[in-house]
């Protein structure tokens, strides 16, 4: 890996952190707000969050890190054992819409360096009631997933739908998408694939909260999505890797947590 491609991923997700911001805030009308944060070891990252009338919660983080791994994490991470430096970028983006007829929104992308390189990341969406464009949503993933590389799409489904699990409710946490890591083949074919699912997310924000935005609901749809949330915020307490992570590495907690939905409900 060289300086250049690690240089080139940052700048992409920092663009593409400045195009959601400028996308979310023409359609919901209010502003982001953003809160830059230092990595206990080097570098950190800006956290921007928007609370509105089309958005009730929704954040767009960007980070660039560097330390070392602990013991534990140098045995799950690869590349570590031999030498627990590590680098890393990435974006994360959720929404949670007002809307309980627009679903809730999860992408991240990231490139992370030990003695490996490699890209990670996917994209899935948690709708509360029936979802229109739900075919249409995983058609695109697997044009873009196929262009990629043949097959890529089911491997890549396959593992979102196994990692977005309730084991202790034996349910999925919403609609599925993709979800992928250790790609570590050609750089710039990886890096194009990264490019195209981030553009196909930031598509997919745009469209959908235009096209949703001014549909009515009622009480009773509000509280089928507030106990929908409530799964969200099970999986990402219970089981997500990003969260553990984040925390496991000194990030910063605000941002690390700025996934967990704003209200949500257990009957």
């Not at 709708?127 to 262009?147: A, M, Q, R, T, V």
Request: glycine share 8%; hydrophobic share 30%.
């Amino acid at each position: 890996m060289t300086d250049n491609q690690f240089n080139q991923s940052q700048e992409w997700f920092e663009d593409l952190r400045d195009q959601l911001l400028n996308i979310v805030t023409k359609i919901d009308g209010n502003e982001f707000i953003k809160t830059s944060w230092n990595h206990k070891h080097d570098g950190g990252g800006t956290m921007s969050k928007i609370k509105g009338p089309i958005v009730e919660k929704g954040g767009v983080n960007v980070s660039t890190v560097s330390g070392k791994f602990n013991s534990e994490m140098q045995n799950k991470i690869p590349g570590a054992k031999t030498n627990p430096s590590y680098k890393a970028t990435g974006i994360s983006v959720v929404l949670h819409p007002m809307s309980p007829k627009i679903p809730s929104m999860h992408f991240n992308t990231r490139f992370l360096m030990t003695t490996e390189q490699w890209f990670g990341g996917g994209m899935d969406i948690t709708p509360s009631l029936n979802f229109d464009k739900i075919d249409d949503y995983h058609n695109g993933l697997k044009i873009i997933c196929d262009e990629y590389s043949p097959n890529k799409y089911y491997e890549f489904k396959k593992w979102c739908d196994e990692y977005f699990y309730l084991p202790h409710r034996k349910e999925p946490r919403g609609a599925g998408g993709i979800f992928f890591d250790y790609l570590k083949n050609n750089w710039e074919d990886d890096f194009e694939f990264i490019k195209k699912i981030g553009k196909y997310f930031k598509d997919f924000v745009e469209d959908t909260l235009t096209r949703l935005k001014n549909e009515q609901w009622s009480d009773d749809e509000k509280n089928i999505q507030l106990v929908k949330r409530s799964r969200y915020a099970e999986f990402n307490l219970l089981h997500d890797r990003g969260t553990k992570f984040g925390l496991e590495t000194g990030g910063n907690i605000d941002a690390i947590l700025m996934s967990m939905p704003p209200l949500a409900k257990w009957e």
